[in-house]
């Protein structure tokens, strides 16, 4: 059985019929890595997020794998120290969506850093993170920083630190998660939402499910249930009665995207802020550059995460200072996207103190739940949560210890068939396949690895209607991944609403058709699918209409 949307009734009557060693709630990166995790150590897992995977926390962060310079700052040395190491053993196992890119520091009057404390910082972060020689800090004057990029503004910059960030696409690191967990023995299927938990003797041994796609409501059992919920890590832990002393504290991180012609930059630059002396990136990605992130509180609704006209202007006015020539107006920007860091809550600390440390809590009826921590640590986390799980079976049940061995499981899409790196990879497959443009091989290879090499054959031996590649790309998402919707599809697994979002006007509607034709999806679904993503759609630029001075 493939992982493909057309196999859900399969694989919800096997959620029904199994009694499982872990059923694993929410399908974000933490609960994919999980997944992975459990069943590459022989466990039976099952795992259900009740909308598409990755649609929360996990498609919304600022897409790099990364170490966190800024946490040198507030000391935490350990999580710089793991998620630094963590960067290569992603890019490692997955060269097609984790892969380095330089980032500049720039060095400014007045800046929260110093030349020295920079090049202490960066050399700390280097030391830390076990970083290649080749890939260590240099520290430039301001005539090498403006030759790098020469939009920076001249007059208050002094220097700059170049380091080694990693590229990543979160929610497809997701994808390729799930799709690796299910060729070990994972189920997992989207839109699936576990309503209430069961209990046997004050024990919790399942839940009742209920899925959206059939309105379909069944129950599953299992030894051991994981929360791994994000941002409503909380509604469960309260529903299991185990909410006490420490909570999530919430905040927002928005991001938006403007043409790069309007920024034309060549590099990443991780800049100040002079009003509150935080950090934001700016960061080119193809024709465009999205600059991110915010950070502020959240107690709104959590199921719709979007960017507001205040957010908009700050990130408007960061850039601006930086990037004076640039004068960016709120009309310029393309796309935006939202999203919520579930953080754990520290009395008496603002948004950009919390600690990114993930946590563990488990509760008197069994329910383990994970909370905290950041995208890059995602591998770490699931060690740590499979580790309690484990030990509780053995316990309990006898169950063999069984060490972690995601640290050199290669992830779908990885191995980019033998090519020692991906732009060998893809100069392979612009030999093989000169029928396709550069670019559009470009993008298949980051985005599908060596899977791209399947879209490519289905989209030769396609006869087409001058979307011929788009049909092919749109056929593997269903039958490899999934993909059950218009949003699944330009959302998560392929992130054009971020950042092709002008070209969909036109387009969406094709691909609705097409998915819906495909699936043979009903009248209600269909009509509700599109619905949902033209909400989306808007979303995405509504602050525009909301405007406030800049």
Request: charged share 30%.
């Amino acid at each position: 059985m493939t992982f493909s949307a057309k196999n859900r009734g399969q694989l919800i009557d096997d959620l029904e019929k199994n009694e499982f060693d872990l059923l694993i709630i929410g399908g974000g990166i933490t609960g994919a890595g999980i997944a992975l995790d459990a069943s590459l150590r022989g466990l039976k897992v099952a795992l259900v997020e009740k909308e598409d995977f990755a649609s929360g926390t996990s498609s919304r962060s600022t897409k790099l794998i990364h170490g966190g310079l800024r946490y040198l700052k507030q000391l935490e040395f350990g999580i710089v120290k793991e998620t630094g190491h963590e960067r290569a053993i992603l890019h490692q196992n997955a060269p097609h969506l984790v892969y380095p890119e330089k980032m500049i520091l720039p060095i400014i009057q007045g800046g929260s850093l110093g030349r020295y404390s920079t090049s202490l910082g960066l050399y700390a972060y280097d030391y830390l993170a076990g970083v290649k020689r080749k890939e260590r800090r240099k520290m430039l004057n301001k005539k090498g920083t403006m030759n790098l990029e020469p939009l920076l503004r001249e007059e208050i910059l002094l220097g700059s630190g170049v380091y080694i960030e990693y590229r990543s696409d979160d929610a497809r690191l997701v994808v390729e998660v799930l799709k690796t967990a299910f060729t070990k023995g994972a189920i997992a299927v989207n839109y699936v939402k576990a309503e209430k938990l069961t209990y046997e003797n004050g024990i919790v041994n399942g839940a009742v499910l209920y899925d959206d796609r059939s309105e379909y409501r069944f129950k599953v059992k299992a030894k051991k249930i994981i929360n791994a919920t994000g941002p409503w890590v909380d509604e469960i832990r309260e529903d299991d009665k185990s909410l006490s002393e420490k909570k999530l504290h919430l905040t927002k991180g928005v991001h938006i995207v403007i043409n790069r012609d309007r920024l034309p930059i060549s590099h990443a630059v991780y800049f100040d802020v002079p009003t509150d002396k935080r950090m934001v990136f700016a960061i080119p990605r193809q024709n465009v550059v999205y600059i991110g992130t915010t950070d502020t509180n959240y107690t709104s609704d959590k199921n719709h995460v979007y960017a507001d006209a205040k957010d908009v202007s700050y990130l408007l006015r960061a850039a601006n200072y930086i990037f004076p020539r640039a004068k960016l107006v709120m009309d310029d920007i393309c796309s935006s996207w939202a999203g919520l860091r579930p953080l754990i809550h520290e009395e008496g600390k603002g948004p950009s103190e919390l600690s990114r440390k993930d946590e563990i809590f488990i509760s008197k009826s069994g329910l383990i739940s994970i909370a905290g921590g950041k995208l890059t640590g995602y591998r770490k986390m699931a060690e740590r949560t499979v580790d309690v799980a484990l030990k509780q079976l053995n316990q309990e049940e006898g169950m063999p210890y069984v060490a972690c061995s995601t640290i050199d499981t290669i992830l779908a899409g990885g191995d980019i068939l033998g090519q020692k790196t991906l732009n060998d990879f893809i100069e392979k497959l612009s030999k093989d396949y000169p029928t396709f443009n550069r670019k559009e091989i470009i993008i298949l290879a980051h985005k599908y690895g060596s899977n791209a090499v399947e879209i490519l054959k289905t989209a030769l031996l396609k006869q087409g209607d001058g979307n011929t590649l788009l049909n092919a790309e749109i056929d593997y998402c269903i039958e490899n991944e999934m993909c059950s919707n218009l949003s699944d599809f330009i959302i998560r697994r392929t992130g054009r609403l971020y950042f092709e979002r002008p070209s969909l006007e036109k387009l969406y509607p094709y691909i609705h058709q097409y998915i819906m034709q495909t699936l043979c999806t009903n009248d209600v679904i269909r009509e509700r699918d599109l619905k949902t993503f033209e909400k989306e759609f808007r979303a995405s630029l509504e602050f525009k209409f909301k405007k406030e001075t800049i």
